[in-house]
Structure formats: structure tokens, C-alpha cells
């Protein structure tokens, strides 16, 4: 493995990667009230690289959190509102014929920013989400017969609303599964809501950029050389297998309720968004409890569930729940075996 060049502790200015993500999520909490678990799982999906999709009904501050957070990181921003008669080509680019010179030029499309923003991307046709496919994860795209690299780092943030059916297209489930984060966002609080109303009566808060792409990923890379043992990999590895074979765990009820269980993703998911938490909680190595408690985010939008469990209002997170508890957090990953994890 080629070594590191930056550790969990330090950056080239002294400053320790935990402080320094701490002040980026400080600026963006200048703007966004509440909402902390969705703020830290954003966080631990750009220091792990991954992409992130965003449910809620409307008005709770999604888009303008994409936004804050790609100003505080400093990288570029590209934002798209998909709707039913968008095309490949509104996405990625095309070719234009150029009479005046006799050939065609290549423009490039909106995804070519560090931070794209797909808002409402439930509302987009078929092939627009096979070309959001690709980018996501090739990070290029293709264009008549040449491949264009997309920016460095590149993260998808969509947004898609839950309450609204008419004029939407369910995401395929290849597509649903390139995500490492589905994360569900709530209403705030009473006191969270009064903040928002008395926050909108001043003028916006301009934030400030806190971290640099290169910063960021210099960060990726000390994530990816955060310690992880056996025990924890076994412990994703059994939460997963627990989602396809669940008799196994005494949970043979849920069997009925999963027509599908999690891929092979879901553990790797919850292994490398574990080192990203690890870092930006200030450890150099991943806790079984890190596991956990991203293991809804990670797992909940990778469960196809069966008709009987849909027409009973059971939902992912009702049977994640379930799983978490039998596979209690000092079990080591319940019946997977150290060897088997390994193998």
C-alpha cells in the first residue's frame, strides 16, 4: 500500500482533520438550522466519495444545503432541475455542427462541476437516469464516440420528494444502488422552525470557503488509511447477510416481508463511510458502533421489500431495526466468523 500523506491527526497547517471539518460544518450551520445527521452523513459521504440521496417533503432546506456546503468546500457548483421532458443531452452535453467551420464541437452539459445538485431526480425519464448512471459511477460520460472526464472530486446530491407520485419515474434499482446514502429529513423542532422565521426576516448569511478541494481530498485519502479490523468488517458483513437470510439470525418472519435483500455495496458502504466517520470523529480506527450507526442510511434504500410488507406499511427502516437488535454490537458480527470475513 503507498503510504499516506496525510494522517487522521494532521494536515500540512498542524490543524487535525476533525478541526478542521468541525469549521466547515460550523459555517454551514451559519445558514441551516438543525438538520445535524444530515449534515454529518453529507460530510462522511464526500470524505468517503460517495454519493448521497436526499428524501423529504418540500420546504426543508435541501437545495439550500447542497448549496451552502459546495460554498463552504470551495468547489465548483452545477445545479439541475429535472423534470419529465428533460433529455440525455440537457445532462452531459452534445455535439453541435458549426456551419460556419464545417464540424461538429463538443459542449459539456452541467455535470461537469465538483458538486452537482439533481433536484427532484424521481422526476426525470429512463434515459436521462441511464446517463446519470454512467457519470456516477465512471465519473465520465460519453459523448458520440469520446469519454470526457468529469472534476475531481465529484459528488451527486439529489434530492427526490416522497409525498408527490404524478409525473415521477421510481429511480431503477442499478441507479438506487450507486448511492451510499439515502437520508430521510424530518421537520425541525419547534425552536429549530421559530430560528428558520427569524433568520428570514435579516438578509442571508454569505459564508466563507473553509475547505479546499485539494484539502478535501487529501482528507479522502486519510480516510481510506483509517484501521479497520476483522471484527468490524464482520459485523457489516452480518447486517448485510442478515437482510438476504434473516432465518439465520432467528428474524425467519422477516422472510416474507424482503422479496430482495442488500448487495454486496452495502457492506463496503457502511466499511468505508465507517473510516470517514472515524476521521471526522477524531479516531484513527472504525468502532463496530460507527457501523451501526450508519447502517440505516446505507442499507435503507437498498432493500426491495415484498408486496405483504408494502400493503402493511412496513418499511426498511421497521425491518432494519429488527436486525440491529438481534445483532447486538458486542457480537462481532453475530455468525460471520472472523475467516469468513477475511476470505
Known sequence: ??????????DDDGRAPRQVLEEALYEIKRVIVGQDAMLERLLVALLAG??????????????????????????????????????????????????DSGRFDTELGPVFGNFLLADEINR?????QSALLEVMQEHQVTIGTESYPVPHPFLVLATQNPIESEGTYPLPEAQVDRFLFKVLVDYPTLGEEASVVGRSLGPPEHVQVRLSMPELERFQRAA???????????????????????????????????????????????????????????????????????????????LVLSYDALSDGVTADDILTRLLDALSADTGGGRVTEHDAAA
Open 50 to 99: 460517495g454519493h448521497v440521496l436526499i428524501e423529504g417533503v418540500p420546504g426543508l432546506a435541501k437545495t439550500l444545503t447542497v448549496r451552502t456546503l459546495a460554498s463552504v468546500m470551495g468547489g465548483t457548483f452545477r445545479r439541475i432541475q429535472f423534470t419529465p421532458d428533460l433529455v440525455p443531452a440537457d445532462l452531459v452535453g452534445t455535439r453541435i455542427y458549426r456551419p
Open 1 to 10: 500500500m503507498s503510504p499516506i500523506h496525510l494522517g487522521p491527526h494532521d
Open 124 to 128: 426525470a425519464p429512463a434515459k436521462v
Open 224 to 302: 481510506q488509511g483509517i484501521f479497520v479490523d476483522r471484527e468490524v468488517i464482520a459485523h457489516a458483513v452480518a447486517l448485510v447477510d442478515g437482510t438476504r437470510h434473516p432465518e439465520r439470525y432467528g428474524l425467519s418472519d422477516l422472510n416474507e416481508l424482503i422479496q430482495y435483500g442488500a448487495s454486496p455495496r452495502g457492506a463496503i458502504g457502511m466499511v468505508q463511510g465507517g473510516q470517514a466517520l472515524a476521521l471526522l470523529r477524531g479516531r484513527c480506527h472504525v468502532l463496530v458502533e460507527d457501523v451501526r450507526d450508519l447502517a440505516f442510511d446505507v442499507l435503507r434504500h437498498r
